[in-house]
């Protein structure tokens, strides 16, 4: 397979993956963001492995994150102008409320500091973060150990674990939760507010449909050498889902190439979209009923749901990109309508709204490694990188993106991001800026206070 296939499917680096690195080979990364690799480059995999850090005490580590030996300096766009980044090594440790949870808390107490800094890290004894999602005030962490643990307000509130499958993705919708597992199921959850627990209450696809599904031959289809499943289960890794709150559905890529839909009402099933010749790595719902998804392929497509006879399916409306290098996230800005896609050649392209169509504005450089994750909030886009830093940019009018800042502090790749916006206590909800939470390969979670 081509090197462009794999860039993305870090989670080949866990040793419980290891048999799925036969289907997705690992792929390499160039050293510079520039598009003139040496004959030579690193595999992601390897890269990965050798930037995980035997973990220090975590003054020892913050004392090395505040210094500017250590700081990336990105390459970036001409027009940008990235702010310095100031941290306050002095922590305090806090014991989780959690029974026997292996996670710590340190906060970084800097009241100098106004803008662009680091809040306080969550920290694991062992394994890696994977995927975050904020709701109202809480915060979902899914790691390696099967766990999803849930914070608020900086202390640990819940936590449930599953029976298998490594957390790649998590959604929230309303009471309901839903995870995204390396063993290709999509869990269902369900928040009790008498009793502060979430219980499992289901899997995508049901079991009475699945069931029903498998009794019908003609409902098969073929995956990999002489295996047939039905086709409304994915059989690969679910690696990314995304809500569509107005329609009721929600949808899941996977590293089996396909796109799923699913109606919340009924936790139905409602179609199954071929979409990629190689693993999804993201899909977001955007604007104007507009869906869009990220693959290992190096493609960025755009889909629309369309009445077709008397069946409504999704049709692919055009391919934003086609390139050799993998696209290993996606992120949208719905008010402005602009769509940002990374990959692994460690650049940013966008592309903004036009009349009826979206024109490619231009790329953004500020990464010396692959980019792993991205996340809008307002005119703010956040790019995280295996380069373990995270780039603030800025949407202007005109298509201009500045890079704000760069925030460093990681000791290993960014692998996902989360963002809520934050007010401040008797502002009368004005705007008080963000918080960004960022999970890392380097074992934590990191809350950065963003202007």
């Keep these: 397979m081509k090197d462009k296939q794999v860039t993305s499917l870090d989670s080949k680096t866990d040793h419980s993956s290891l048999n799925m690195a036969k289907d997705h080979p690992n792929s390499n990364l160039p050293f510079s963001p520039d598009h003139n690799p040496p004959n030579q480059r690193t595999k992601l995999g390897v890269l990965f492995h050798t930037s995980e850090p035997t973990i220090s005490p975590l003054y020892d580590q913050y004392q090395a994150a505040g210094s500017s030996s250590h700081d990336p300096t990105p390459s970036i766009s001409p027009y ?9 090594p002095s922590p305090f440790h806090q014991t989780s409320p959690f029974s026997k949870s292996p996670w710590n808390f340190t906060f970084q107490n800097s009241p100098h500091v106004q803008n662009n800094r680091l809040i306080g890290s969550l920290t694991r004894e062992e394994g890696h973060v994977y995927s975050l999602a904020s709701y109202r005030n809480l915060l979902y962490t899914g790691s390696d150990s099967r766990n999803i643990r849930v914070w ?6 819940s936590g449930f674990k599953s029976s298998s499958g490594l957390v790649k993705a998590i ?12 063993d290709g199921k999509i869990r269902v959850w369900k928040y009790s507010d008498s009793k502060k627990v979430h219980k499992r209450v289901g899997s995508l696809p049901t079991t009475k449909d699945f069931i029903k599904c498998s009794m019908n031959p003609n409902n098969y289809v073929q995956v990999r050498r002489r295996r047939n499943i039905p086709w409304i289960k994915h059989y690969d890794v679910v690696s990314c889902m995304s809500l569509d709150e107005n329609r009721g559905l929600l949808y899941s890529g996977s590293w089996d190439k396909t796109l799923r839909v699913w109606r919340l009402s009924d936790s139905k099933c409602l179609e199954s979209v071929n979409a990629h010749d190689d693993a999804i790595n993201a899909v977001v719902v955007g604007f104007d009923g507009l869906v869009f998804t990220g693959s290992a392929d190096g493609s960025v497509k755009v889909w629309r749901r369309e009445l077709v006879g008397k069946d409504t399916k999704h049709m692919l409306v055009y391919t934003l990109l086609n390139q050799e290098t993998a696209v290993t996230s996606v992120a949208v ?5 602009v769509v940002y896609a990374g990959s692994s050649d460690g650049l940013v392209n966008f592309w903004e709204r036009r009349k009826h169509e979206l024109g490619h ?13 991205l996340a809008a909030a307002g005119k703010l886009v956040f790019s995280g990188s295996a380069d373990k830093s995270i780039c603030v940019w800025r949407w202007e009018a005109g298509g201009v993106h500045s890079c704000l800042s760069v925030l460093t502090g990681h000791s290993g790749p960014v692998k996902c991001l989360a963002v809520q916006e934050h007010v401040d206590d008797g502002s009368g909800g004005g ?4 918080v960004v939470y960022s999970g890392s390969l380097d074992k934590s979670v990191k809350l950065w206070r963003v202007s």
């Excluded at 959604?171 to 390396?182: I, K, P, Y």
């Design 80 to 88: 940008s102008s990235p702010a310095n980044y100031f941290m306050s």
């Design 171 to 182: 959604v929230v919708a309303g009471e309901r939760v839903f995870t995204g597992h390396q």
């Design 152 to 157: 608020k307000n900086l202390t640990e509130f």
């Design 431 to 434: 705007d008080g800026g963000w």
């Design 333 to 337: 800005n719905a008010t402005d309508g």
């Design 361 to 373: 504005g231009g790329v953004m450089r500020g990464h010396k490694q692959a980019v792993l994750c």
